[in-house]
T-cell receptor, first 113, second 108 residues
Framework: SAVISQKPSRDICQRGTSLTIQCQVD?????MFWYRQQPGQSLTLIAT?????????ESGFVIDKFPISRPNLTFSTLTVSNMSPEDSSIYLC??????????FGSGTRLTVV | AQRVTQPEKLLSVFKGAPVELKCNYS??????LFWYVQYSRQRLQLLLR??SRESIKGFTADLNKGETSFHLKKPFAQEEDSAMYYC??????????FGTGTKLQVIP
């Protein structure tokens, strides 16, 4: 199954700044998914990133706030823009496995101060 | 709309006791259901999926379409089972919805 490297693993950022999270997969995948897990809550899908096309955002998430890049079939980035304390969360990328189910990155724990 | 409900935030059981983590779902089509587990300081990982009807680490889960449930069960809990468990549903367009998770605490 796919192995995902995600970085940074954690960061503390000032409000108003932006952070870019990187996700590298060891095999080519068509779809990559970005999730957010706020403290004490479940995982919420932010967007689906397909190579060669615009990301598809879920309700409540917009491209200006969470721009996504997908330059090739093994890599994607998620940027959290103009951060506020409400953006403090764990951000995860994931890919669909061949045998079904999803493989997740180790997550990025973001704290906005 | 698709929805997953895990009614228990925390479930504490003694070692050797049976475990049942509850999951109910709402989806108009034919769902694909999963259980994910996250051990302390580890990443979220797939535990099992209903299609494969497998037993992983002694855990099983049966899809009950009549009750729209996919409860996770294990006859004898082990300390190493202590973790966060998430039920998830994949519906249309590969979209996956997660439940809020249940923390399983196995008491020695």
């Amino acid at each position: 199954s796919a192995v995902i490297s995600q970085k940074p693993s954690r960061d503390i950022c000032q409000r108003g700044t932006s952070l870019t999270i990187q996700c590298q997969v060891d095999s080519q995948v068509t779809m990559m998914f970005w999730y957010r897990q706020q403290p004490g809550q479940s995982l919420t899908l932010i967007a689906t990133a397909n190579q060669g096309s615009e990301a598809t955002y879920e309700s409540g998430f917009v491209i200006d706030k969470f721009p996504i890049s997908r330059p090739n079939l093994t890599f994607s980035t998620l940027t959290v823009s103009n951060m506020s304390p409400e953006d403090s969360s764990i951000y995860l990328c994931s890919v669909l496995r061949d045998v079904g189910g999803y493989t997740f990155g180790s997550g990025t724990r973001l704290t906005v101060v | 709309a698709q929805r997953v409900t895990q009614p228990e935030k925390l479930l504490s059981v003694f070692k050797g006791a049976p475990v049942e983590l509850k999951c109910n779902y709402s989806y108009s089509g034919s769902p694909e259901l999963f259980w994910y587990v996250q051990y302390s300081r580890q990443r979220l990982q797939l535990l099992l999926r209903h299609i494969s009807r497998e037993s992983i680490k002694g855990f099983t889960a049966d899809l009950n379409k009549g009750e729209t449930s996919f409860h996770l069960k294990k006859p004898f809990a082990q300390e190493e089972d202590s973790a966060m468990y998430y039920c998830a549903l994949r519906g249309g367009y590969q979209k996956v919805t997660f439940g809020t998770g249940t923390k399983l605490q196995v008491i020695p």
